[in-house]
């Protein structure tokens, strides 16, 4: 006949087991702490002439490559600043590429990384990635993680445009991160 542990030693054993359980779950999620942080950069965006940090690289092939139209695949490098002066500090810059998306020309999709090279930040990323309505003044996307200080963040960009003259097609956009991360 098997022998039996005794009642206490298996309430003993379940909760060590509960505990450890408890520890690997903690040592992943750290147990739900997680801290915020917010960003508000600027981005100086040129869509045409000689200083273009927007330019149509690919498109749907005997049609126009024009925003509107889509299958539009565009290749984007600008500085981003702490303030809205174009002067203002450099914290880095937005590369990446966005499409539009849509039939109707209406939204783009955007996959963009913010490459930082402010002291606070210098070599760390910031991975973008969502679609939105490209001709609305407001948007949001998805920040889907990032590199260096941002490893396993998660949060949303909200993109404004508070500056924009037609006839040198400069544009500056305010964009408000939300971060969480451990
Ligand atoms: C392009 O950039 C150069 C160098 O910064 C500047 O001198 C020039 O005025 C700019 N051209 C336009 C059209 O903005
Ligand atoms: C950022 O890092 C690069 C390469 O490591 C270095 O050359 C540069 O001086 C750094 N910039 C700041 C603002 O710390």
Same mark, same amino acid.
């Given at each position: ?96 590429? =966005?499409? /539009?998306?849509?039939? &109707? ?6 996959? *963009?990384?913010?490459?930082? #090279?402010?002291?606070? !930040? ?36 909200? =993109?404004? /445009?508070?500056?924009? &003259? ?6 500056? *956009?305010?964009?408000?991160? #939300?971060?969480?991360? !451990?």
């Amino acid at each position: 006949m098997a022998k039996k542990f005794p009642k206490l030693t298996k309430l003993f054993f379940f909760l060590v087991l509960a505990a450890m359980a408890k520890l690997s779950h903690c040592a992943w999620e750290n147990c739900g702490v997680t801290e915020e942080t917010q960003l508000t950069l600027y981005f100086h965006d040129y869509s045409n002439g000689p200083n273009a940090t927007v330019i149509p690289v690919a498109g749907i092939a005997g049609r126009e490559w024009n925003f509107k139209q889509v299958g539009s695949v565009y290749v984007i490098d600008e500085p981003i600043t702490e303030g809205p002066e174009r002067d203002s500090p450099t914290v880095g810059r937005c590369q990446g590429l =966005f499409v /539009t998306a849509s039939f &109707d020309g209406l939204n783009s999709h955007v996959v *963009l990384s913010i490459m930082f #090279t402010n002291e606070a !930040y210098n070599g760390s990323t910031l991975e973008i990635q969502g679609t939105s309505k490209q001709f609305e003044q407001t948007g949001e996307v998805s920040v889907v993680s990032g590199t260096g200080k941002f490893r396993f963040v998660r949060g949303y960009a909200s =993109f404004k /445009t508070v500056f924009w &003259d037609e006839v040198t097609t400069y544009a500056i *956009l305010q964009v408000d991160i #939300t971060l969480r991360h !451990y």
